[in-house]
């Protein structure tokens, strides 16, 4: 496949102004959204589920009843990714508005998950064994066979690693700002966690793409939930060839989605490739612009949120 056809669309800064029209949806009239926290259980460790969903969510039909997993990165948690508290910037809380049950699962290490022990360094690998047992509660509390999936940085490599081992439960899966074959000569950690500091929480966003209190308030909020984080990481930076993201395992309807300010031809021709050795019959890969790695954060927010939800509530023919 030419990577003219993967790349499906490269946004207009126009469509934003459509975006903040269109973003937000009202609530009935007796619906209200709260947050909750939740906990599975893996190996007697507790597995932190944050959720926001629309008071009425169980009266819908099951057939509308639809389910959306985020997965952070590398250093921060669920929460502050994906719920941060302030105007229309939440996540969850968009994706609650727009109908659909709205979790974050936090990995052994961080946020409110219990630390990880023996062996588990909280790689790549260990967090998908999480990830297993939060979707599991998941399906079972609001009653799913599958959910679409969202991976934001590490959270890349996490997602496809579970949608790779569980594909029956991962209806779409979208794949935000990673990397799949990078491979780095690091030392490999002596310490089982890393302290996070206030300019490293802010160190994603790109000047004159966000708003100042946007990442005051984000910094804050990292600092609270994840004042440490897990270095398994690292070995995950220094990857076996078991830890590489296999596409061909991948059937479901992906969407690989950059900011235009952390692309380049060489990255972009390197997750095209990853799409053309997929086993999904949709695929695309979308690079938006006025943001980079914290685009759903920055600016174009409204844009991201709008081009997540219209993907995972496409359907398609399957006879074409």
């Known amino acids: 496949m030419q990577v003219a056809r993967l790349i499906a669309v490269t946004l207009a800064a126009?469509?934003?102004?459509?975006?903040?029209?269109?973003?937000?949806?009202?609530?009935?009239?007796?619906?209200?959204?709260?947050?909750?926290?939740?906990?599975?259980?893996?190996?007697?460790?507790?597995?932190?589920?944050?959720?926001?969903?629309?008071?009425?969510?169980?009266?819908?039909?099951?057939?509308?009843?639809?389910?959306?997993?985020?997965?952070?990165?590398?250093?921060?948690?669920?929460?502050?990714?994906?719920d941060l508290n302030i105007r229309d910037y939440s996540v969850m809380e968009s994706f609650a508005k727009a109908g659909w049950a709205s979790f974050a699962v936090d990995a052994q290490g961080y946020g409110a998950s219990d630390d990880p022990v023996g062996d588990n360094w909280c790689r790549a690998r260990d967090a998908?064994?999480?990830?297993?047992?939060?979707?599991?509660?998941?399906?079972?509390?609001?009653?799913?066979?599958?959910?679409?999936?969202?991976?934001?940085s590490w959270g890349v490599q996490v997602a496809g690693e579970y949608a790779q081992a569980h594909p029956d439960r991962v209806d779409k899966l979208v794949l935000q700002g990673g990397t799949f074959r990078d491979k780095y000569e690091i030392p490999a950690?002596?310490?089982?966690?890393?302290?996070?500091?206030?300019?490293?929480?802010?160190s994603d966003f790109v000047e004159g793409c966000f708003e100042a209190d946007v990442v005051e308030r984000y910094v804050q909020a990292c600092l609270e939930h994840d004042p440490a984080s897990p270095n398994?990481?690292?070995?995950?930076?220094?990857?076996?060839?078991?830890?590489?993201?296999?596409?061909?395992?991948?059937?479901?309807?992906?969407?690989?989605?950059?900011?235009?300010?952390?692309?380049s031809p060489e990255r972009i021709a390197d997750l095209s490739a990853f799409l053309a050795e997929s086993a999904a019959t949709h695929k695309r890969l979308l690079i938006l612009?006025?943001?980079?790695?914290?685009?759903?954060?920055?600016?174009?927010?409204?844009?991201?949120?709008?081009?997540?939800?219209?993907?995972?509530?496409?359907?398609?023919?399957?006879?074409?």
């Open 189 to 202: 950690p002596s310490e089982r966690f890393r302290r996070n500091s206030a300019e490293g929480a802010a």
């Open 128 to 152: 998908a064994k999480d990830l297993h047992a939060a979707i599991e509660t998941i399906c079972d509390l609001r009653g799913v066979e599958s959910v679409s999936l969202l991976g934001w």
């Open 232 to 263: 398994g990481l690292w070995f995950d930076f220094m990857q076996d060839s078991d830890q590489v993201l296999q596409p061909a395992k991948l059937p479901m309807p992906t969407l690989l989605i950059l900011g235009e300010r952390e692309s």
């Open 14 to 82: 126009g469509l934003l102004l459509a975006a903040t029209r269109s973003a937000k949806l009202p609530l009935s009239a007796t619906s209200s959204i709260e947050g909750r926290s939740l906990f599975a259980e893996r190996d007697g460790q507790r597995i932190h589920i944050w959720e926001k969903t629309a008071s009425d969510w169980a009266a819908k039909p099951s057939a509308e009843r639809r389910a959306v997993v985020f997965v952070h990165g590398a250093t921060y948690s669920g929460r502050p990714d994906f």
């Open 289 to 320: 612009p006025g943001g980079g790695h914290a685009i759903l954060l920055e600016k174009p927010h409204l844009l991201w949120q709008r081009e997540i939800k219209r993907f995972f509530g496409e359907s398609w023919d399957e006879s074409h």
